[in-house]
């Protein structure tokens, strides 16, 4: 049974660049939820999908953005990278209660 | 939002060492979930627990949800212990269901 998976596992990019992060989800989850974390940090809630729609969001700003597809997996687009985007994004499924969290793709914008 | 704050920080130990960890909690919650970040960045799950408590190995975790904290005990440690150790909930009800809040984690150091 294959967990969370995520795609590229790192990424640099320069400053006003857009990025585009890949995650499927386990097998049998279909809720997504995507975190961003900085160095020295805990991870950040970004936004969580449902039946591909955005059901929550945090305190992030429009350049973040996200989409999900009817196999579940889902995408986290960044337009108009700052420096302060590099971090681990970490992508999490469940089906419940209990998420379950993939490798992470560490960014770094240059 | 939920406020999740861990104790303590930072933990030096020799190895066969026991710890404890902890985690408290500023509103009530309808789970919470401890993690091991490895040096990679991957998150672990080590425990689902939103009461009561559970064993797994050399780990086990309590969690009195009236009192709003959590304890991690870590028993005989290992150098694979090392690493960051953090706990997550969701605020109970509201629309923040599913949403994790984290705390800033425990930097565990086990040496030989």
């Known amino acids: 049974d294959a967990g969370v998976t995520q795609s590229p596992t790192h990424l640099i990019k320069t400053r006003g660049q857009q990025v585009t992060l890949r995650c499927s989800p386990k097998?049998?989850?279909?809720?997504v939820s995507w975190y961003q974390q900085a160095l020295g940090q805990g991870p950040q809630f970004i936004f969580q999908?449902?039946?591909?729609?955005?059901?929550q969001r945090g305190n992030f700003p429009d350049r973040f953005s996200g989409h999900q597809f009817p196999n579940y997996s889902s995408e986290l687009n960044v337009n108009a990278l700052l420096l302060g985007d590099s971090a681990l994004y970490l992508c999490a499924s469940s089906r419940a209660n209990e998420q379950f969290f993939g490798p992470g793709t560490r960014l770094t914008v240059l | 939002g939920i406020q999740v704050e861990q104790s303590p920080p930072d933990l030096i130990l020799q190895e066969g060492a026991n710890s404890t960890l902890r985690c408290n909690f500023s509103d009530s919650v309808n789970n919470l979930q401890w993690f091991h970040q490895n040096p990679w960045g991957q998150l672990i799950n080590l425990f689902y627990?939103?009461?009561g408590t559970k064993q797994n190995g050399r780990l086990s975790a309590t969690t009195v949800a009236t009192e709003r904290y959590s304890l991690l005990y870590i028993s005989s440690s290992q150098t694979t212990d090392s690493g960051v150790y953090f706990c997550?909930?969701?605020?109970?009800?509201?629309?923040?269901?599913?949403?994790?809040?984290f705390g800033q984690g425990t930097i565990l150091t086990v040496h030989p």
């Open positions: 997550a909930a969701p605020r109970r009800g509201g629309t923040s269901y599913g949403k994790l809040t």
């Open positions: 999908y449902y039946e591909e729609e955005e059901r």
């Open positions: 627990i939103p009461s």
């Open positions: 097998s049998g989850h279909d809720t």
